[in-house]
């Protein structure tokens, strides 16, 4: 079958779901509208497919001239049709990638590139034994981390709309023949796309902490809880010996956690979030207890049950004379009142169905597992294990995954913020006048000294700073909600923008004078390990340095050995990629990898990394899989941890199924690449062109962006950042402080605002111009370079990853559109100048990736996303066309409500088509 054969279903169903969605603009907003709508986007679709044909310009008129001159009202009605049309397309994609995976199954073809199948079938194959496997997954940990996102479009009732729409979709999958049953899916289906099209894609107000912490929660009852446990028991059918699988598989979140920047999350937001999350664990398991009881309805009189069961049942307090002779209904009435008083105590909710009767609450999640392994065990007994297999092995592996706390939230704040509270707290208590007068070495010996003496530091009826008073109180908030839940529930205190061994002994202070770093048996306990987080370019280059003075420190050490020998280090993209351009980036991450893994050999410590990639490949978004696997050998040793953010949470997750893949994709890599057969050697040859590259794409990145008088102008002018700033789809500040400068700028909104602009320059700026004078200046010539980067691409999954992201960046640039962005640009010379470098570097990126991948177009090795592209530009462009219009509108001072409200349409619409914008 060829690929447009298996791609037809595809284009059916998003013609199918477009001309839904345009029977119900008929209908609700006229004839007329609809008709203007409909040529708008049949000229767009014309324009895509003729692209550098003989009637391009001809179509281009007639777009402009469609769109041009439209009212607000009619603009307001073409950019939500837009919008729509995009999310419905994604909705479609969706469905047939999962449609085309279960083909592949349906088919016996072999596992694909990413299953756990595939990664168990390929260790087996290189003689890793289950044993192995198992003994790794003891020590490791798999975690994504939720975080909240400045650019986060999506609302959740527009997601819940998707998911129907998604839903009675595959019920018409099924029925597929005309019908009574087919008819009433059809009609629930318009129902849907009607709620869709009267629902408000924006919100009134910004998001609050506690709405991103139940935005969060939501994909825990799409796709978290349910899928999760699938995974471990695919992992135990498919180890030998069918041992239970250890918990390595955790979720993490930043939200209610994070205050880098934020000054909104809080003591009472970490406590609120933990809340939360806990009430939905305990709501996931009383209901499966629930429905347990409904399943287990074995007899005394058919069965016999083991003495444990036995006594659970007498423990459990029934009473009832409907369930005397049916001991695992009646011990799961009492596991089903324990859990409800556990829930009330540690949330101070009560479940929506009573209990039956009043018992004492679980100490422990161990505990609740406990109860559930004695009913596994006494079913096995009375050849009832198959029951045992379904519903309950899944419940006691989510309570593993999952425990009371459901997610560990991460504490995270900048190292200026603890330094400047260390200070205060030095001060007023007359240890140290002025701490940060001193220099490195001084305050290292001020923190060691303190961190020695077993007094508190605080002095009471002291009055604190707002500042101080806030830290102090979230380490104080966080220590309390690990003596509720266990260590597991704030298991990390990350350290923004570490650059010195002091920046981590400051926390340290902030957790011992909080409960948090103790004494027991002469010995330091860390209940709050300490991560740096290294950001900028000069960070990564000095981590490795910063790191082995930490562990000469015998105390720091001691802590490490409090927490099993483990050093958890997390690594920026984003910061990194707006500091020194994409390629450096890159190469220095990669550098930074391998010199904290020699690290750790070196010291004896084990090492996990955390990696904070965003969606959009300036951010170190792309492929999972590839990324991981381009890791340098030892970096998944411990497991690895990785940031998930906004919509692309939303993308991977708000789907059962695509979220089950994405957490498979997590997983297989994971473990692939801490089993390589042979230990990869990267050639020396590759590391000396790289630092090159890395040195001339740095400086040709920083002349554009730091060093070009007015580009900032011209980047508020050609881009949608003021805008951007406005938008209600965040909690946080777009820049850390109330200024203009892109150094204080977030990266998030720097990428999302190029994203809008069709340009996305941090995700390839700076290659050709570096790849070019590196063919220019090679010794051995201008061929014999080029051959030696073609061997790097054919040879180095590092450096084939690079490339593969940017070409994929690349060809959702499109330069025409982002012509008209800087046309915004009031200063017509400072525009022509500074956009003609952008084209210029843009066309010797383009040349560059070419000749070294011998490609002649773009995405040529990714057929699937080049199809995906081109559904959803003739979609883009119009949003594009609009956005535009408004902008010099808005600039211009029509500034209502109605014309904000246009540019943010168009900002949510162009955000959901390219999906990882941000």
Known sequence: MSQDDKDARLGREIQYLGRLLGDVIRDVNGAENFERIEQIRQTAV??????????ATSLQRKLANELDGLSIEQTLAVARAFSHFSLLANIAEDRHQNRRRRAHRAAGSPPQLGSIRHALDTLAQKAVSPLEIHDWLKNACVSPVLTAHPTEVQR??????????????????????????????????????LQL??????RLSRLRVIDEIENGLSFYRYTFLSELPKIYLQIERSLAGGQRVPPFFRMGSWIGGDRDGNPFVTAESLDEAMRRQSSVAFEHYLFEVHRLGAELSMSSRLVTPTAELQALANDSG??????QDE????????????????MTALTGAQPIRRPEVKLEPYPTPAAFRA???????????HAAAALADGRLAQLRYAVDIFGFHLASIDLRQNSDVHEVVVAELLQKARVCTDYLALDEAGRVACLLMELNNPRPLRVAGENYSEIATSEVGVFAAAHAVNSRLGNEAVPQAIISKAQSVSDLLEVGLLLKETGSLTMRDGKPALGIAIVPLFETIADLRACVDIMRAAFALPAYRSWLQSQGGLQEIMLGYSDSNKDGGYTTANWELYRAQQGLVDLGVESGIRLRLFHGRGGTVGRG????????????????????RITEQGEVIGAKYSDTELGRRNFETLVSAALL???????????PGWWQVMDKLSVAACAAYRKLVYDTPDFVTFFRAATPIGEIAGLNIGSRPASRKPSQSIADLRAIPWVFSWSQARLSIPGWYGFGSAVEQWLSESQGGREAALTQLRNMYAQWPFFRTVLANMDMVLAKTDLTIAARYAGLVPDRELADRIFGEIKAEWQRTVDCLRAITGTTSFLEDNPALARSIRNRFPYLDPLNHLQIDLLRRYRAGQTDERTKRAIHLTINGLAAGLRNSG
């Open 46 to 55: 014309a324009l895509r497919r003729n692209a550098g044909g003989n009637d």
């Open 371 to 381: 109860d559930l392994d004695v009913i596994a065990v006494s079913l096995a007994t």
């Open 156 to 193: 959740k009732t527009v997601l819940d709309c998707a998911r129907d729409i998604a839903r009675l979709m595959s019920q018409l999958e099924q029925d597929d023949q005309p019908g009574e049953e087919y008819a009433e899916a059809e009609i629930a289906l318009r129902r849907v796309v």
């Open 327 to 342: 001991p695992y209904r009646r011990a799961l009435i009492g596991v089903y009142a324990r859990l409800a008083a556990t």
């Open 197 to 202: 099209w009267q629902t408000a894609m924006l």
């Open 318 to 323: 029934d009473v009832s004379a409907h369930r």
């Open 673 to 683: 690449s801490n089993f390589q057969q042979t230990g990869r050697r990267d050639e």
């Open 621 to 640: 978004g792309g492929p999972t899989f590839e990324a991981i696997l381009a890791q340098p050998d030892g970096c998944s040793s411990s497991g690895l």
